[in-house]
């Protein structure tokens, strides 16, 4: 495949220069095809008669992404609920159910996420892979059941990595630094080397680190301030091992780890309970813009390591492939929760001192997957192209938290009469959990396409999946409802088909048109309990008894256009769609319980369209736009009774509403510009422009007066009065999330061996609000999670 390093387009189209051709090569050549393996066999990206961005790794780094959040932006439906680093949530077409919290582990995910053929999805915890060595970023959009099974109800995105090649010793490294205004610094070594092992084998080797600067400042109890807390590290490599001893044979094996730690969170709090100017018994505190309060480190600490083997075997019409694969995940997440426990210790009628008693909540997941695909392909150009194949899955889930408080056991017996040791708790814990779950997943699919003439064909395919999970949830502490000794069980299963028929019509070599209709699916789960210590009479009435929730499904409607102009110079793809969406897992907060429970809204619909154009109008000029418009919706909603027979909506469930975390409008546009110098050099330029709308992080963001914490309204939160009498009886925040646009510049010098760049990614410094993150329904803390401030930086990079 050819990929681009002077066109810069925020999507990859039909039209690709070879790696550093010249601009005059660039003008003989034209613009190159694009192979994607969208449908689990190799296609012109033009041809797949559905929806699909493909990023280069090239134009990954030219439009200044970091990361899988900073790429999003780039391309048209695709979105990232940003939670920091390797807490990143998926959005295809607006279609998301709100923003999943760290304590759901049972919550499944609507895009299914790849490492080329291996599935590392989690529905919060997807691994946030350094975006090195890849031949390219695929998106599909719409659902994949079919062929990618549960969790691609809205779509897919693949992580294709750069294969061992046989015959050929190659290899490229790079190193970058940058400084962040108001921030720390940062930078990264990477590197990469094919060998080949005699005539038959190859191995690829790949080894990067990452020093992600910080840029978040922390006030400290005693006033002090400590800087840049939200800094990290993220190392890893990959191991590959091709193996060919004949034409008909290839081997595959590979090993992927990688370790992610940071220190902090990109959090910038707005109201703490601790921490505000509105005290008066106590020491006020004014957080500024990028400052947060804490009295405890927080951080991630996440090891992820994948195993696979991939095997092709080729007889005849047809080759058959099996890939298994072994996925091992470790993470830890630390978070100060000295507010909530101190917000819960007042209620409880603590005095100050108690209040303000450190207390770090610990989030640790264990996760070992094991997977298993084997499927037959069809090869050659006959009228008849087909698929089958069976997929298998084993998933063991170990998910806990603690929140050792030194010397809380004192406080708890003197205050409500009990401790955490005698709630099935250790010492000094007032909340423990240890959840375990077990998942298996058995599936058969099939998928053919018919050419019935040189114009039209057609595509058909079917999926059927059986699923069954079985949880054993352990609880105990004085802020939680402690289980039975040996834990209370919990079960749930499912299966159903998930169909797909496509009809495709092509008017001439750069003119296709395609209709589709597919259903996706989301595997159901079982709620946990609430923490009833902690819950208003409402809540429990509203929140309390909710068992599992069922698989949710969506049918998707596309229309779509696929056309190249003036000789291939002008590529445009756009495609509208109509997504009904039944029973949609809608996560909801608990109120005061601090607890999580998810709904099944009966309808709810996604309506948009979404168009991509890049253009080469001179050898020296590139030109990418994006833009993508979702009208996604609630169509009914959730209803409880009160005690006093009165119904209220649950937690923002009510029709009309609009689909949290991902915006209604994305837009995005690149210039890029080439310029021959002497000795083979070129100067370029590459300027890149970003706009994302208003989104809210959860239904319940929606209710009026939620932006409120005290005061009349019946949304808003209750004003906790510690360190009263406050000065204020209302303390107000916008819960909208609002639109931001941000740019970014790139400039340097290139080879056919060398590049060189200075770059600079926020230029105007935009303070982008990404997320809302709150504890004990606003009364204990509100906060912001926010991008990076503008980073000045400098690049290299060699291949031989």
């Not at 134009?59 to 920091?84: H, K, M, P, Y």
């Not at 070599?509 to 609430?530: H, K, V």
Request: proline share 6%; with cysteine; glycine share 10%.
């Amino acid at each position: 495949m050819s990929i681009v390093t002077r066109s810069i387009p925020l999507f990859l189209c039909a039209g690709a220069l070879p790696l550093f051709a010249s601009a005059q090569q660039a003008d003989d050549q034209g613009m190159h095809e694009v192979i994607v393996t969208a449908q689990k066999r190799t296609t012109n990206l033009q041809d797949v008669p559905f929806s699909v961005a493909a990023t280069s790794e090239n134009q990954i780094r030219n439009t200044g992404s970091d990361n899988i959040v900073e790429l999003a932006r780039n391309i048209a439906g695709f979105s990232v609920a940003d939670l920091g680093p390797g807490q990143s949530q998926m959005a295809i077409r607006g279609i998301s159910a709100g923003q999943v919290i760290r304590d759901q582990p049972g919550v499944k995910e609507q895009v299914g996420v790849y490492l080329d053929e291996s599935p590392i999805s989690v529905a919060l915890f997807t691994p946030d892979l350094e975006l090195f060595d890849l031949d390219r970023f695929e998106v599909l959009r719409g659902p994949q059941g079919t062929l990618f099974g549960a969790g691609s109800e809205a779509g897919t995105v693949r992580y294709i990595t750069r294969q061992p090649q046989l015959g050929k010793l190659e290899g490229a490294a790079d190193a970058s630094y940058d400084h962040v205004d108001h921030g720390g610094d940062g930078g990264a070594v990477r590197a990469s080397i094919n060998l080949p092992l005699g005539s038959t084998a190859a191995v690829r080797i790949v080894g990067y680190y990452h020093h992600l600067p910080g840029f978040i400042d922390a006030i400290q109890p005693t006033g002090s301030i400590r800087k840049s807390v939200n800094d990290g590290d993220r190392s890893g490599g990959r191991i590959a091992l091709f193996f060919q001893p004949n034409d008909s044979l290839s081997i595959t094996p590979r090993i992927v780890f990688q370790n992610l730690t940071t220190n902090g969170y990109p959090r910038v709090d707005l109201y703490n309970i601790l921490a505000n100017p509105y005290t008066t018994t106590q020491p006020a505190v004014t957080i500024g813009d990028r400052q947060q309060f804490t009295q405890q480190r927080e951080g991630i600490n996440d090891d992820f390591g994948l195993s696979d083997l991939k095997v092709d075997y080729a007889f005849g019409p047809a080759t058959l492939t099996s890939i298994t694969s072994y996925t091992n995940r470790k993470v830890t997440v630390l978070r100060d929760a000295t507010q909530l426990t101190g917000s819960v210790t007042f209620d409880f009628g603590g005095s100050p001192d108690q209040v303000r008693i450190s207390s770090p909540l610990y989030d640790r997941t264990k996760l070992n997957v094991i997977s298993e695909e084997l499927r037959l392909t069809s090869t050659g150009d006959d009228a008849w192209q087909w698929l089958v194949g069976g997929f298998y899955q084993h998933v063991n889930r170990r998910y806990g938290q603690d929140l050792p408080t030194a010397g809380y056991d004192a406080v708890s017996q003197q205050l409500i009469g009990t401790a955490s040791a005698a709630n099935n708790a250790p010492p000094n814990t007032p909340y423990f959990s240890d959840i375990s779950y077990t998942l298996k997943q058995y599936a058969a699919f099939g998928e053919t396409t018919f050419k019935a003439t040189q114009q039209w064909s057609f595509t058909g395919g079917l999926r059927y999946y059986k699923f069954s999970e079985d949880r054993l949830l352990n609880l105990g502490g004085v802020f939680a409802s402690p289980t039975p000794p040996g834990g209370v069980p919990g079960s749930t299963s499912s299966n159903g088909v998930s169909p797909r028929a496509i009809a495709s019509f092509r008017l001439n070599e750069d003119m296709q048109f395609n209709l589709q209709a597919a259903r996706g699916f989301r595997l159901g789960g079982i709620n946990d309990p609430i923490n009833i210590p902690l819950c208003s009479p409402q809540d429990i009435a509203v929140f309390g008894g909710q068992k599992n929730w069922k698989d949710e499904k969506n049918w998707n409607y596309e229309l779509g256009a696929k056309m190249r102009f003036l000789e291939r110079r002008l590529t445009l793809n756009i495609a509208a769609f109509y997504d009904d969406i039944k029973d949609l897992q809608a996560t909801t907060t608990a109120g005061t319980c601090s607890s999580r429970i998810v709904f099944n809204v009966p309808k709810s619909r996604s309506v948009g369209v979404e168009a991509e154009l890049f253009a080469r109008p001179t050898p020296n000029w590139d030109v990418g736009l994006s833009a993508t418009y979702v009208n996604a919706r609630l169509r009914s909603s959730v209803v409880s009774t009160l005690p006093d027979g009165t119904k209220v909506p649950v937690g923002g469930l009510q029709d009309g509403n609009r689909l949290p975390t991902a915006p209604q409008t994305q837009a995005a546009a690149s210039v890029g510009y080439t310029l021959p110098m002497a000795s083979e050099r070129d100067f370029f330029a590459i300027a890149t422009l970003q706009y994302v709308g208003s989104s809210f992080s959860q239904f319940e963001n929606e209710k009026d007066g939620f932006g409120s914490i005290g005061g009349t309204s019946p949304n808003a939160a209750r004003l906790i009065p510690f360190g009263g009498p406050l000065t204020t009886s209302v303390i107000n925040f916008n819960a909208e999330l609002p639109s931001y646009t941000l740019g970014n510049l790139r400039v340097g010098v290139k080879t056919l061996r060398w590049e060189a760049a200075l770059y600079c990614n926020n230029l105007w410094d935009e303070t982008a609000r990404l997320a809302l993150d709150y504890e004990r329904n606003r009364s204990a803390r509100v906060g912001y999670l926010t991008n990076q401030p503008r980073t000045f930086g400098i690049y290299g990079r060699t291949t031989f």
